[in-house]
């Protein structure tokens, strides 16, 4: 299966060759670059790359999903092909780390099966369709000797393809099911993914996320099964909340005892969206006192114990500054800032233009977002008389392990409270 992936790099590369350009001049700089991954950008920025066949499968796919709606747009493509760019990307990175032994041959026919629709759907060559057609037809040979074929696949393998019929599909959504390969796994269908032709997926709730199985995949539960057991959305929440927290196998996160706080589960999704996100910045929005500034402290601690991170600007109305609203809440998590008003701020301005750093003593502070005004970035009053050096104008730049210019600032964590009501803006640097 490896060396089929491997193969149909190529294939999608030449697809996009010619799909791409066509939606823009700059095409390589707007729908590729700008649409990989921050880690799969640093590697081509690094290395240099500056056509689509330096990219492997990863980004290539990450290339075709993020596109996808306008080529959509400019192509006639099947609905479900987007789903199978998706999970595409799951079979790439489940045979990447596959024993060497090989994944089990009903996942195999089933991974061979995805790749195959989506290499119709391009157009691949005849030759590397064929290839495909043959390892499907090795992993049902091996299944069949194992006496555990499914017979949808058998059929499919040796009868045409028809389209399903509205009353062919064996479970519906909100039906619990169970694996065949393994019975004691209970899964609830969350949707239902009919196909113009082939056989019919459904997505399911798994491990605390969504997964795509084929119905030959799938049994029904029986009601002796076991036993049911009917929760409140509350009582629902809290366990998935209580399993997300404290299970080995989902995200660690290591600032959930990091503050003097009362345990809020709610106060913790901030954090797991941005520890998950390719990209993290992130709009906390709520009514007051509802805990927006311990989510943002969670936030905090939380990147600070994955990154090297020593300089913290907070930028908030003047009245958060003067009322200690932020300096008081932070202390809670051992954060100590320094309030800063305009004469401070200058004087931080004026050494940093001086020694090329951000002073030490303000690696962590407080300024009201009222004072970046013209004066302070571009070092000019509003009648353009050159006045003190600002943000814009630090030369040398600071340092990137200090808090900086405002050409830098994004080298720091950047926490703003929106002057708009109840807003915390939080970004965090790019490494």
Avoid at 169 to 181: C, D, P, T
Avoid at 191 to 207: I, K
Avoid at 338 to 354: A, F, Q, S, V
């Amino acid at each position: 299966m490896n060396e089929l992936l491997s193969s149909a790099a190529p294939a999608i590369c030449d697809w996009l060759r010619i799909v791409l350009p066509a939606l823009d001049a700059s095409w390589w700089k707007l729908h590729v670059v700008d649409r990989l991954t921050f880690q799969q950008q640093r590697s081509v920025l690094e290395r240099g790359f500056t056509s689509l066949n330096q990219l492997d499968l990863a980004a290539l796919l990450r290339v075709l999903d993020q596109n996808w709606s306008e080529i959509a747009a400019n192509q006639a493509l099947p609905r479900d092909a987007r789903t199978w760019v998706k999970e595409l990307q799951s079979v790439r990175n489940r045979w990447a780390h596959a024993p060497s032994a090989g994944l089990p041959p009903d996942d195999a026919f089933r991974d061979a099966d995805t790749l195959g629709r989506l290499l119709r759907t391009i157009q691949a060559p005849a030759e590397l369709l064929e290839q495909v057609d043959e390892f499907k037809a090795a992993a049902l040979s091996r299944l069949a000797s194992r006496g555990d074929t499914p017979s949808s696949m058998l059929d499919k393998a040796t009868t045409p393809v028809v389209q399903d019929s509205p009353n062919s599909h064996l479970f519906s959504v909100g039906q619990l099911v169970s694996l065949r390969s393994n019975p004691d796994v209970t899964l609830p269908i969350i949707e239902m993914l009919p196909a113009a032709s082939g056989e019919t997926r459904y997505r399911v709730f798994e491990n605390g996320t969504k997964q795509v199985y084929y119905e030959s995949q799938l049994r029904p539960l029986d009601e002796s099964d076991q036993e049911k057991k009917v929760m409140s959305t509350a009582e629902l929440s809290a366990l998935l909340t209580a399993i997300q927290l404290t299970s080995p196998s989902a995200s660690s996160l290591y600032s959930l005892n990091a503050g003097r706080v009362r345990f809020v589960p709610y106060q913790y999704r901030p954090v797991f969206k941005l520890i998950r996100a390719d990209r993290p910045r992130l709009l906390v929005a709520d009514e007051v006192g509802v805990g927006k500034t311990i989510e943002a402290a969670l936030i905090l601690k939380e990147l600070q114990a994955r990154h090297d991170i020593k300089s913290v600007l907070i930028l908030c109305p003047k009245a958060l500054v003067s009322e200690r609203k932020w300096e008081l809440e932070l202390k809670r998590f051992d954060e100590h800032f320094i309030p800063l008003d305009g004469n401070r701020l200058r004087h931080c301005i004026r050494e940093t233009h001086l020694n090329g750093e951000w002073p030490i003593q303000y690696e962590k502070c407080l300024v009201p977002f009222s004072l970046f005004d013209a004066d302070l970035l571009l070092g000019k009053s509003s009648t353009g008389k050159v006045s003190d050096s600002g943000l814009l104008r630090l030369d040398p730049p600071p340092n990137l392990t200090s808090l900086s210019s405002m050409k830098h600032i994004t080298s720091a964590i950047q926490t703003r409270t929106c002057i708009k009501p109840y807003a915390t803006l939080l970004t965090t640097p790019k490494q």
